[in-house]
């Protein structure tokens, strides 16, 4: 079983980019399930129902976000009734959304694929604990599915890695999100779970991690607010494919997605 999982979709670039290219991803690797970090798709902070309609509607089955899933307003009914949309597991129980979803795959006789979405609390926001909010969560999956596909939306390096060691046996994969820098530390942990600290970003590299480098270059040298905007120079693809054994759920590969591309042509 092969699992497509993107890297954090952002804005307007990091959608043409998908819209482009996922036929052709689809065409090459014929995943089971395709997974996208979503959180950012719309202006480059949180995403919309027209962005997940979109997102959805060119071929991503589940989206995943992070902390800034709330950031829009006209989400909140949305993600109430789309299951495939993703909240963060550990944000307080009375926010809106799922915190995992079972997808079945009708092509392999309806085999259950969990996705699960938590969130560090390193440099980001006081939530739950996500360690024990996972043994929470798979107390429950475990019923349905043996593979599971772990999204963990972090900042700090070291929580993505303990996160990993401490998940390493009991899931699939852990893939983490947030930082928008792909890192190369991909690998199959001792306990046959895949792991990497950050899938990357879907979106213009000619930038600080999405937005234009002028006002965050500014920002830094004088320390005031300044507005953000999209860039749109240079878009990259980050993502990785995961290989899975069907009957164990045990990962067997994962290898990096990282390439260009041309939205001029």
């Not at 995943?31 to 798709?41: F, K, R, S």
């Not at 990497?196 to 005031?224: N, Q, T, Y």
């Amino acid at each position: 079983m092969k699992v497509l999982f993107l890297g954090d979709v952002f804005g307007n670039p990091g959608r043409s980019c998908l819209k482009k290219e996922l036929p052709l991803l689809l065409e090459r690797y014929e995943p089971h399930i395709v997974i996208a970090n979503g959180e950012n798709a719309s202006g480059g902070i949180g995403i919309n129902p027209g962005s997940a309609d979109f997102l959805f509607g060119i071929g991503i089955d589940v989206l995943t976000s992070g902390n800034h899933i709330y950031k829009k307003r006209d989400i909140y009914d949305y993600i109430k009734n789309v299951p495939r949309l993703l909240k963060p597991a550990n944000f307080p129980p009375d926010t809106p959304g799922n915190g995992y979803f079972i997808f079945q795959n009708q092509k392999m006789g309806g085999k259950k694929i969990a996705v699960v979405n938590i969130c560090g609390r390193v440099f980001i926001e006081n939530l739950d604990c996500p360690f024990r909010k996972i043994d929470e969560l798979l107390f429950a999956i475990y019923k349905e599915t043996n593979i599971v596909i772990v999204d963990f939306h972090a900042e700090a390096t070291s929580e993505k890695m303990a996160m990993g060691w401490y998940l390493d046996g009991r899931v699939s994969a852990v893939i983490g999100t947030h930082t928008h820098v792909q890192t190369a530390d991909e690998r199959i942990l001792p306990k046959h779970t895949a792991f990497i600290s950050d899938a990357g970003m879907v979106g213009p590299r000619d930038s600080v991690i999405g937005v234009k480098k002028e006002p965050i270059i500014e920002r830094f040298l004088k320390m005031m607010p300044q507005k953000f905007v999209v860039a749109t120079e240079d878009n990259w693809l980050n993502g990785v494919i995961v290989d899975i054994d069907e009957a164990s759920g045990w990962a067997k590969s994962i290898v990096r997605l990282n390439y260009q591309v041309d939205l001029n042509t």
